[in-house]
């Protein structure tokens, strides 16, 4: 069976530090890949998706970036965090019908 | 993608049936209507979705209108694990060009009391 997984589930970091946010896919192949980020009391906001290794599409711009280095991996990065990047952050995996979340990771940027 | 508006929030007693309200006055021929819900720090699961018939499973119904400009989400039995946001979401299925992509807005956040 397909399964998603995302890590960590949360993170404390201070601005300026880097971030690395890992999501992986099992049991399927060629994944599309997607990165949402909810703020407090809002809705998921679309940051990235990705249909293939080394394909990426930006929705918005912003101080983060992300990379598929592999079919079943997709990484959400950034080199300086921010205060605003604060947030609860959502891989996803959409192969036609359903959409599967990961957890989430809630970051907090001190 | 076309938009959707739900309300806010809703409250309701369990045991009694919740009736969840979508408007998505803008969809087209070639888009479903989803809805999914998130209970709090969780991801978000989904629940139903349909074309233009009406669907049932476990979960829930879902109600689409002849013209397809809302929908109603209805759970049957309310419990208090039903407490969540709920989600409409409009979206073509099987396009290359915005496959899959989910555009949320801000969800019903739906509370429901002993």
């Known amino acids: 069976s397909q399964t998603i997984h995302q890590w960590p589930a949360t993170l404390v970091q201070p601005v300026g530090s880097p971030l690395s946010l890992e999501c992986t896919v099992e049991?399927?192949?060629?994944?599309?890949l997607y990165w949402y980020r909810q703020a407090a009391g809002r809705g998921l906001q679309l940051l990235f998706y990705s249909v293939g290794i080394g394909q990426i599409s930006s929705e918005v711009p912003q101080n983060l970036s992300a990379s598929r280095p592999q079919d079943w991996q997709f990484i959400l990065s950034s080199k300086k965090l921010l205060l605003s990047d604060s947030g609860f952050y959502l891989c996803?995996?959409?192969?036609?019908?359903?959409?599967?979340f990961g957890q989430g990771t809630r970051l907090t940027v001190v | 993608d076309a938009k959707t508006t739900q309300p806010p929030s809703m409250d309701c007693a369990e045991g009694r049936a919740a009736n969840l309200p979508c408007n998505h006055s803008t969809i087209s021929g070639n888009e479903y209507v989803y809805w999914y819900r998130q209970i709090h720090s969780q991801g978000p699961q989904y629940i139903i979705h349909?074309?233009?018939n009406n669907e049932t499973n476990e979960m829930a119904s879902l109600i689409i209108t002849e013209d397809r400009k809302s929908s109603t989400l209805i759970l049957p039995h309310a419990t208090l694990r039903d407490t969540a946001v709920y989600y409409c979401?409009?979206?073509?299925?099987?396009?290359?060009?915005?496959?899959?992509?989910?555009?949320f807005g801000a969800g019903t956040q739906v509370v429901v009391t002993p």
């Open positions: 979401i409009v979206r073509v299925v099987g396009t290359t060009d915005s496959w899959g992509k989910l555009q």
């Open positions: 349909g074309l233009k």
């Open positions: 049991g399927t192949s060629n994944p599309n």
């Open positions: 996803a995996w959409i192969p036609n019908t359903e959409a599967f």
